[in-house]
């Protein structure tokens, strides 16, 4: 099937037909909405907090839910491109000169700032109807990073949002082309344009400083997303596969003791909500609280397994770190997402107290299913009212996976099982550790490093004592440059600086216990950056545990 995508830059003077856009706000102690009417050009804030007046600034870059302790920083929001005082928390006002200059309100952000603190809510522009189609790229090279095309359907209007950084530090750019390519086109810059649509120029950022860009005013007629994204970085040409990013819709089947039932999410992309479902019967009022565990439910063995335990499935998941013993955490679910960690369902959204049955749809801020933070793979624990556990389940993925795992004999004994969508070498990859020492009398040890190497093991025998010699060096299939700065530049916040094979730095250096079958030997991490197919694939290759 032929197909084309044209492009058309285009600058929009005066109002723009009547349109209405919100942004839905829930952080940071205020929630509620600030609404946008093109037509009468009125900006009107319905808001919940205890601030006489409010602050509103509008930014250009969208917030991506769940991703980051402070979501509405400027490295996240982008620049201020209006602001303006809120009468009360109820307010309606003309803003004709915002809605002047702004030809696009999509995907803009809304900054609310507290009156008495520095604290700040924020929430993503949307149209009030409609859906947004989402393509993402991701290039690897010498500017690494994410590109992302966004388009509400039934419009031709789009925006391109990159967050995109150099991999080498002695290296000062600070802007490449992107163009839309229907082939891949690397190596030095040739004349052959006809095929190439040029996106714009978006600006670059440093490992240390990130640099997320937006253009506005491209129009893109219908496609389908099986194209390319083509960067010229200074004459040299690299091309990235441009994939339509797909709901994620995953599941966690309730069915022991009695009670059959589920927990369904699905979130449509990082900028946007996750909407989960909770279905359960024959509850008999013996649950209470509900939240997602760090680690999937294991296979049952023998009857008197206690798959709901603490060693089997850790505690709550919570990225953020939030100290649920301190006097700030929310005791009740009158507080916003953000408050509460990441996997405290019931803290959000109410107990299963006093239930027989219960169903029940819920939109949640802070849940996401999408990069580092997301929930897909790990488990949902559901409590009895004196807080033991009772029921389990894990969440599933939304699609068929792939599995590659790596399994360790001695001195240290277990496996490292890596995990992701069969058809989609770009999704996350979840890696799901289960490691102790051989010996119980071996002392425990922390923070070892751990990487893919390039080659898988060579050796006949276990026991030859140079058999990760074999492997040779770190998998590093781009050539990220590992000197100077790159142990202060490589982080879970700048994976695109690391070498694909390098864990330890994107997520964290690991301990070994030396007790099998405790929670301190398993560790899970969401990778956004390797695979387990393609150029990025760390099969069949090994994983190597330092000391």
Known sequence: MSFSWSVLFVTVLGSVSSELYTARINMAGIRGTVDFDTGSQEISTNLTSDCAQVNVSIHELPIMYGHSESPCSPANTGGEIYRFVGNGMHSSLNYSDFFKTESSLSDLSVIIHHCQTDSRACGTVTKK??????????????????????????????????????????????????YLSQTCVEGAQDNATSNRVLLGEFQVGTPLNARRFRNDGVNLTTGTPEKFLVMNDNGTLHCAELRQLEAKRVSAVIGMKGVKGYLNFSQISPFDPTIFTIFLTHLNKLAKAYHVHNFPVPQQRTAKDMLCSNDNLGGHWNPFGLDTSSTSYPKFPNGTHDHYEVGDLSGRHGSLADMNEFEKTF??????LFGTNSIVGRSVVIHHPNSSRWLCGSIGYPGEVKTAVAIFTSPVAGRIMFK?????????????????YVNSSALVTDGHNWHVHEYPISSESDSDTSICSTTMGHFNPFKVDVKNLYKTECSPESPFRCEIGDYASKHKAINLPNRTGTVNTKSFFTDTTSALDGQRSIFPRSVVIHG
């Open 363 to 368: 939109k949640d801020w802070n849940l996401p």
């Open 420 to 436: 992701q969508l069969a058809n989609n070498p770009y999704s996350d990859v979840t890696i799901f550790l289960e490691l102790s």
């Open 129 to 178: 109807s409609g859906l947004t189609k989402t393509w993402q790229g991701k290039f690897f090279i010498s500017v690494a990073g994410e590109v992302y095309i966004r388009q509400n359907v039934n419009e031709t209007s789009s925006r391109i949002l990159t967050d995109l950084r150099v991999t080498n530090s002695s290296r000062h750019i600070q802007n490449v082309s992107l």
